[in-house]
């Protein structure tokens, strides 16, 4: 049995979980409504326990293909339920002499010591602010979708080894390289 699989999900009095003929999964609750496939060897049960609902997962055969679903498909169905109700975030910091960050509409634009300002649409279901002139946060309440997006702005300027410039998540740790020192002559 799958140790994350097995584990049930306890879902909040706001949230709603429904299942549609199709195979499709919808999670909706206070941030909006989320929507997933879920293949028909693993079977969705909703039950009461203690007052709460919670939802589980049992799997129809012991097959090598279905038991990695059922791990994956608890753990994207349990990070729905977070999603709409506590949302997702992401925290990038940009590090550079004479860097600036803009939002403005769907539009992030970025200085960042290119020949040309950066402009990068901003997805719907997700919304950017600038907490500090150096920082970007990133939020939404689909995880795949914020942390792609958050990689899509990180992968425009890569950290540079030596100083440090570029752009990093908030609690990423950069090693600096050492800097060349001039030899002595001997």
């Known amino acids: 049995m799958s140790r994350i699989g097995k584990m ?23 941030k909006g409504t989320l929507r997933q496939w879920v293949d028909s060897c693993i079977t969705i049960s909703q039950n009461e326990l203690d007052g709460k609902k919670v939802v589980t997962l049992t799997r129809n055969s012991d097959q090598k293909e279905v038991r990695s679903k059922h791990g994956l498909y608890r753990a994207l169905l349990a990070n729905m339920v977070k999603g709409v109700t506590e949302g997702y975030s992401k925290n990038l910091t940009v590090n550079g002499i004479g860097y600036k960050l803009a939002v403005s509409g769907n539009k992030l634009t970025m200085n960042l010591g290119l020949s040309h300002p950066v402009n990068v649409e901003i997805p719907k279901g997700i ?7 150096t920082e970007i946060k990133v939020e939404g309440i689909d995880k795949t979708f914020v942390g792609q997006f958050a990689a899509d702005i990180k992968a425009i300027k890569p950290i540079e080894p030596y100083h440090g410039y570029g752009i990093r998540y908030s609690d990423e740790q950069v090693h600096l390289k050492e800097i060349k020192k001039a030899g002595k002559k001997k």
């Open 8 to 30: 049930p999900i306890i879902l909040p009095a706001n949230v709603t979980l429904d299942q549609t003929t199709e195979g499709d999964v919808i999670v909706t609750g206070p």
């Open 127 to 133: 919304t950017v602010s600038l907490p500090s002139a």
